[in-house]
């Protein structure tokens, strides 16, 4: 079995990585893992597993055709990742969350080739809907929900492909980030004064780094084809519900206003993941694991 992996010293991917090699322990034919990004100080706990690492900016360079064509499977988990990221380097933006994307699927001559991509649900925009499930009507509204939709279109252009509508990530994984909404909640309400919570009352809904990764094995496990949101349902609440449940897991007394701001996204509604359910897939990991987690992480 042959495994490539883009974005392997990511977020999420870096985790998406540690699981697969679970999974190759399993497999009784030979197997090998390409693990791409354009740096890796932050996964060197996997330096000796048997991964080949190879150090590729793909704005600028391609995979050798070879390893391309011979992948069983293909984890695109490399991107440019946040609405205000984005907005601020929409060139750089468009070349990884797009151009890239677009490249390597072109490149691709193998049909055989299964690929699991992480999409987003910021594609959703300022859906009227409630409550959004993969028949949602798509209607992105920032540069970075337009490209990674502009991603998914490319992945979804093969038959053998699964794109994974990813809610906000949480939890710590190789390559943690403290900027994601959760995580500077926390932070903020450890270390100020207050909390100032723009449209406190927008719904946000948020799924474990670690069951993310577990439902791209998943996706690839059992073959799973088409539009997957992965989202943990627990966890659709406001953002003002969120603060609240941070400060009374931490049992910490930091006031919360509203204040104000606006979401370049403009999400606003629960996310629906009956179609994954269905297929089999259990969450494991709750918001107050991921809470835990940040609060141990910031100790440090």
């Known amino acids: 079995m042959n495994i490539i992996v883009t974005g392997a010293n990511g977020y ?3 985790s998406v990585l540690n699981r697969l090699l679970l999974l190759v322990s399993y497999v009784k034919e030979p197997s090998k893992i390409i693990a791409i990004d354009n740096s890796f100080e932050n996964i060197a706990p996997l330096y000796n597993s048997g991964i080949d690492f190879l150090q590729l900016d793909l704005t600028k360079e391609d995979i050798n055709s070879v390893y391309l064509n ?3 499977v293909i984890f695109i988990g490399h991107g440019f ?5 984005c907005e601020g380097n929409k060139e ?6 797009q151009t890239s994307v677009e490249t390597l699927v072109g490149q691709l001559d193998n049909k055989f080739t299964k690929i699991c991509f992480p999409s987003t649900n910021s594609i959703y925009g300022c859906s009227k809907q409630r409550e959004c499930d993969e028949d949602t009507e798509i209607a992105p ?3 970075y929900a337009e490209t990674k939709y502009a991603g998914e279109k490319a992945v979804m252009s093969r038959d053998n492909t699964a794109a994974l509508r990813l809610s906000t990530a949480c939890g710590t ?4 980030r403290l900027d994601l909404l959760l995580h500077d909640f926390l932070i903020q309400l450890k270390t100020s004064d207050e909390l100032v919570i723009y449209e406190p009352d927008f719904i946000r809904n948020f799924v474990h780094v670690n069951d993310i990764a577990r439902a791209f094995e998943f996706a690839y496990g059992n073959d799973l084809r088409g539009v997957y949101n992965v989202v943990n349902e627990d966890t659709n609440m406001s953002k003002w519900e969120i603060a609240i449940k941070i400060k009374q897991l931490l049992n910490l007394d930091t006031n919360i206003v ?5 979401d370049l996204d403009q999400r606003n509604y629960r996310i629906s993941s009956k179609k994954l359910l269905d297929e089999g897939f259990e969450y494991r990991y709750s918001l107050e694991d991921a809470i835990r ?3 141990l992480f910031t100790k440090r």
């Open 12 to 14: 999420v991917f870096s």
């Open 70 to 72: 011979a992948a069983d």
């Open 81 to 85: 990742v946040g609405a205000p990221k």
């Open 141 to 143: 509204l920032s540069v």
């Open 92 to 97: 750089y933006a468009k070349a990884v969350n």
């Open 293 to 295: 987690e940040i609060d």
């Open 258 to 262: 509203k204040g104000p701001g606006k």
């Open 173 to 176: 994984s190789f390559k943690t």
